[in-house]
């Protein structure tokens, strides 16, 4: 993740001015900006709180800071990464490492160009999303019935059921486009598949590529 650190963009200080800040936003084309004093992270300075208050000579220290739960660890994936910036709504997402040290910026727009290489993107194939009670998950199992259908597993996400926490949300990214074999196989064996994709997977926008990779870490 250390590697997708965008070194171009450099913190804030408390001490900094809010010209200063709005200076930067403007030459780096972001909104937010991210807020560091003695290697804390603080969370992120709008330009939209800066604009408000119409008084450019505050320092940052005095503003209102958004975001401060928007960032991952070092050692997390790209994933977690998107999924964060998403949540807030924010174009970054700031990386830190165990002990709280800042260690630099994602950028959103950065992440989506490397998750569009990957073969999540670049294969095509369908999404199938089962929900599992808890006791009863096995990927080894569904993998069985899968590839009985000469079918792979390219990726897989699970993440619990939020209005049923006894039971998984498991989503699996199939080589295959039409699903309709697999997903009676599965049926067959008392798997209850809740919702099904068929993308065309192929993109190079950036909204198309996001939306995808939101059902596949949601659904």
Known sequence: MLDLINDMIPPLKGTDDAAKALIWMEELRLEYLP????????????EGAILDENDASKTVGEYYLDGKECFILQHQHIYDAVKKATDYDFQSVAVLNDDGTY???????????????????QSSGGII?????????????????????????????????????????LTLKINREDLTHIIATLERFDYKVIAKYHEAVNTSNDKERLDLLMRYLDA
Not at 40 to 45: A, I, P, Q, S, V
Not at 133 to 155: C, V
């Open 35 to 46: 807020v560091v004093d003695n290697q804390k992270f603080l969370g992120f300075l709008s």
């Open 103 to 121: 260690k630099g910026l994602l950028i959103l727009s950065d992440l989506l160009s490397v998750f569009s290489q990957s073969a999540f993107i």
């Open 129 to 169: 999303v089962l929900s599992i009670n808890q006791l009863d998950y096995s990927l080894s199992e569904i993998s069985r019935l899968i590839e009985s259908n000469d079918a792979q597993i390219l990726g897989s996400s699970i993440n619990v059921d939020k209005n049923d926490f006894s039971k998984f949300r």
